[in-house]
């Protein structure tokens, strides 16, 4: 069932807790998601980012073996990295908003 959702997506978030760590089943996954859902943009996030003593230093570099690139740092409870978050998920949505347009354009031409 999840590849079945996951081939309908664009994107999808992978969320990571600070205070936990990179924990064995966020390594399964991400190594799933590369061999059955390569074409799809994984954002990956540090949620409780508020709780870390070093900054993100040893949480970013944990989330970066799962080589998906950067993460964004998070903070449900302060609103910390709200922005930065926005400006990944920006471009990603443009380009959704954009396409829904023609859809619905070539879709209306077609009546």
């Known amino acids: 069932m999840t590849a079945n959702v996951l081939r309908k997506c664009k994107f999808a978030l992978v969320l990571i807790d600070a205070r936990d760590g990179l924990q064995p ?3 399964d996954v991400g190594k799933w998601l590369r061999k059955h859902a390569p074409e799809i943009k994984i954002i990956m996030v540090i949620n409780k980012a508020e709780s870390l003593d070093d900054g993100l230093g040893s949480a970013s570099e944990a989330a970066r ?3 998906f690139g950067d993460p964004v740092a998070l903070s449900a ?7 930065d978050l926005y400006e990944v998920f920006s471009p990603l949505l443009e380009q959704q908003h954009m396409l829904l347009q023609y859809l619905f354009i070539a879709s209306w031409q077609l009546r």
């Open 25 to 27: 089943m966020d390594l």
């Open 77 to 83: 409870e302060t609103g910390l990295g709200m922005n």
């Open 65 to 67: 073996t799962l080589r």
